[in-house]
């Protein structure tokens, strides 16, 4: 698996090199995503995954989520991220993620900014009903930190040791009262990087995801939410689904929600190596303008590098005047 790793054990970035390895293979891979926002969207945050959701709720949304993996391992991989998004007028939506995502020496930031339109489909006047397209563009930079090193690894290189490119992202929904599909293009963008002087860097990581889901309400304080992402990245052909189900209780101080999700991996990286699998347990409560959510991540292969899984904390802010809510359950929406 770590084919890349042929440095001495001895040296005093063998560690480092095996991560920066590992975190290449990953690039072409599903053990880890390229940026695991992928795997937030169910905390009341669609928005991290589809830009065409920006500005989607009745009322201006911020979210600020922690993400560490592997506490038992040092210098594991974490991520912070921090979105804001609101409707401009009736027709317009903007956004902005900031993002940091860190694995031992190696780190990368960014900063993406996004744009939505809505047309209003024929309806009624409170009916939801409507189709909306999204871009985002941003600057991403990728730093690998030698500070700790007693000289700097030849098979890292020297210099170059930071380096900035930009990307950018489309997508679309429709929804239909209970009904939504979202789709997603990200990192349209071809990128050079010359950070360790590797050719094993991806050049290609365009990834198109599909989101579809339902909103079954049996009372009305009670909705149920069965819904499916699928995920391809376009220069690998690797796929992976997830199936999810999220249940939402309202109150009058608020709402609480809580669901699990799975993750399947379809294709195998190389020819000796599992599909990847995911249980992801997740919770929140929202009180009155203000959410707490809580995401734990499972992985179940044989080969994993720890087995106390990944922890992720969510608070949220709404703000802004409340537009009229629509004549649905569709809680991500009112």
């Known amino acids: 698996m770590f084919k890349c790793c042929k440095i001495n054990p001895l040296s005093n970035s063998f560690l ?7 975190s290449l293979i990953m690039e072409k891979g599903y053990a880890q995503e390229i940026i695991p926002t992928y795997s937030d969207y169910l905390t009341d945050n669609l928005f991290l995954l589809h830009p065409s959701l920006a500005g989607a709720a009745i009322r201006n949304q911020l979210r600020l989520t922690a993400r560490q993996q592997w506490f038992d391992v040092e210098n594991a991989p974490g991520m912070q991220t921090l979105t804001v998004n609101g409707r401009l007028g009736n027709k317009e939506g903007i956004g902005a993620i900031l993002f940091n995502d860190h694995n031992g020496n190696f780190s990368k930031s960014g900063v993406y900014g996004a744009f939505a339109y809505y047309l209003r489909l024929p309806s009624g006047d409170l009916e939801l009903h409507r189709l909306s397209f999204g871009i985002s563009a941003g600057i991403i930079q990728h730093r690998l930190d030698q500070s700790g090193f007693t000289q700097p690894d030849p098979i890292l290189g020297q210099e170059n040791t930071s380096v900035t490119y930009a990307n950018m992202d489309v997508g679309m929904s429709y929804f239909k009262n209970d009904l939504y599909v979202h789709f997603a293009a990200k990192n349209l963008l071809p990128i050079q990087r010359e950070l360790f002087n590797s050719d094993n860097i991806a050049v290609n990581l365009r990834r198109y995801f599909l989101t579809t889901g339902y909103i079954f309400s049996p009372s ?4 149920l939410e069965p819904s499916a992402m699928f995920q391809i990245a376009e220069a690998t052909h690797q796929k992976a689904v997830d199936v999810n189900m999220k249940a939402y209780r309202n109150f009058e101080f608020g709402q609480v929600w809580a669901g699990l999700s799975y993750r399947q991996g379809l294709d195998k990286v190389e020819e000796n190596m599992e599909n990847l699998r995911y249980v992801t347990p997740f919770a929140g409560v929202e009180f009155r303008s203000f959410l707490i959510g809580y995401t734990y991540s499972q992985q ?20 802004g005047a409340a537009r009229a809510r629509y004549d649905c359950g569709c809680p991500a929406i009112n």
């Open 300 to 319: 179940f292969n044989e080969i994993v590098m720890s087995n106390s899984g990944f922890h992720q904390i969510t608070l949220g802010y709404n703000f």
């Open 220 to 223: 009305y304080d009670w909705f």
């Open 16 to 22: 480092l090199a095996c991560m920066i390895c590992f």
